[in-house]
């Protein structure tokens, strides 16, 4: 399966900064989402990142808060704006290689807004 | 997102018994389903995937699917210390998104 880098894989930040996740794929993928995995908590997609346009948000989550990028098929960022302690949680970079394909994980990038 | 339910855990079970996990799920048109071991700390990883009705087995793993009852199950044979987890049951519906439910934990005693 395809190798997922994701970066930073853990950072502490100030509330009120913003923070850029990276994640690289090492091959082209159909399809790149971001979760997210709260405390204790199981994973709760955040949006699908698509390919030139505009990423797919889920009900609960804004494009001013998460704003997803997708320049081409095998790298996307998720960045978390104005953060607050209750963003502090898992993000998890995820890709579907082919179209129904299962979805495959990156390591996450642990947050923690003090 | 859709629903997907767990059996509520903890699971502790013996070396070398069978633990079995139960997943149930609210969309009918579901057609995919997988199962997810996360380890303490780690990202989750796939271990199942299952696409149509009865069992498969893959080593000590057995994935059962019943869509009519939109429940699908996983059986671990012979546990080992190292299936000491928390299992995610993942469903796909039409709309090509992976719901998850709440994980079932997973303790192997030696």
């Known amino acids: 399966s395809a190798v997922i880098s994701q970066k930073p894989s853990r950072d502490i930040c100030q509330r009120g900064t913003s923070l850029t996740i990276q994640c690289q794929v090492d091959?082209?993928?159909?399809?790149m989402f971001w979760y997210r995995q709260q405390p204790g908590q199981s994973l709760t997609l955040i949006a699908t990142?698509?390919?030139?346009?505009?990423?797919?948000?889920e009900s609960g989550f804004v494009i001013d808060k998460f704003p997803i990028s997708r320049p081409n098929l095998t790298f996307s960022t998720l960045t978390v704006s104005n953060m607050s302690p209750e963003d502090s949680s898992i993000y998890l970079c995820?890709?579907?290689?082919?179209?129904?394909?299962?979805?495959?994980f990156g390591n996450g990038t642990r947050l923690t807004v003090t | 997102q859709k629903e997907v339910e767990q059996n509520s855990g903890p699971l502790s079970v013996p070396e070398g018994a069978i633990a079995s996990l139960n997943c149930t799920y609210s969309?009918?048109?579901?057609?995919?389903f997988f199962w997810y071991r996360q380890y303490s700390g780690k990202s989750p990883e796939l271990i199942m995937s299952?696409?149509?009705?009865g069992d498969k087995e893959d080593g000590r793993f057995t994935a059962q699917l019943n869509k009519a009852s939109q429940y699908v199950s996983l059986l671990i044979r012979d546990s080992q210390p190292s299936d000491s987890a928390t299992y995610l049951c993942?469903?796909?519906?039409?709309?090509?998104?992976?719901?998850f439910g709440a994980g079932t934990t997973v303790t192997v005693r030696a």
């Open positions: 990142a698509n390919q030139g346009s505009e990423a797919t948000y």
């Open positions: 993942a469903v796909r519906g039409n709309d090509y998104k992976l719901s």
């Open positions: 091959s082209q993928v159909t399809m």
């Open positions: 995820s890709v579907e290689e082919t179209g129904g394909s299962p979805l495959h």
């Open positions: 969309d009918r048109g579901s057609q995919s």
């Open positions: 299952i696409y149509s009705n």
